[in-house]
């Protein structure tokens, strides 16, 4: 009797992490324009110019200062400001994408279970990086969440990843 309680409580456990298992493997790689919409998003661009804007960042059209000025009907104050955002935009959304798909790229190989947090020699990190850095953290769903919903680094995260590889 005792040893089909361990067997069971074996197999629970097995099943148990394949379940998780197959939860973190939902996660998928996203397109740099999902990236760059949620920054639009959160900016002062209005909505009527995100699909010139997007043509912008993904340098399929290059837009100087001249026409923004146009585009947007900026005066060139309003335009060097509209510029810089569409800077910002395009630096933060690149470096999550980096963050998040080294992220993703670990959580999918089947040998890494834990990362450190590593600090890339900034000291611009906010408080809640800086409390997790050079910590052993498990690679999850729920941890790539947390970052996500915690992470207030500006203008973007400075940190990486250092997927952790027992043998």
Known sequence: MRNQCKELLTMLKK???????????????????SYFLSELN?????????????SHLNHEKKLDLK????????????????????KRI??????DKAWDDSFIKALKADFVKTFIL??????????????????ELPLTVKTLEMFHSN??????KKSFIEPVIKF
Request: aromatic share 10%; proline share 2%.
């Open 151 to 156: 992470c207030k680094c500006k203008p973007y």
């Open 90 to 95: 395009y630096y933060k959304a690149s470096c």
């Open 42 to 54: 959160c900016s002062d661009i209005p909505e009527s110019k995100y699909e010139v804007s997007l």
């Open 118 to 135: 590593k600090n890339a020699g900034t000291n611009e990190h906010c408080d809640f990086c800086l409390s997790k850095f050079d910590q």
């Open 67 to 86: 026409d923004i000025e146009e585009i947007f009907g900026a005066d060139e104050q309003r335009a060097k400001s509209i510029q810089n955002s569409l």
């Open 15 to 33: 099943i148990k992490n394949l379940l998780l298992r197959e939860y973190q493997l939902q996660v998928e790689f996203r397109d740099i324009n």
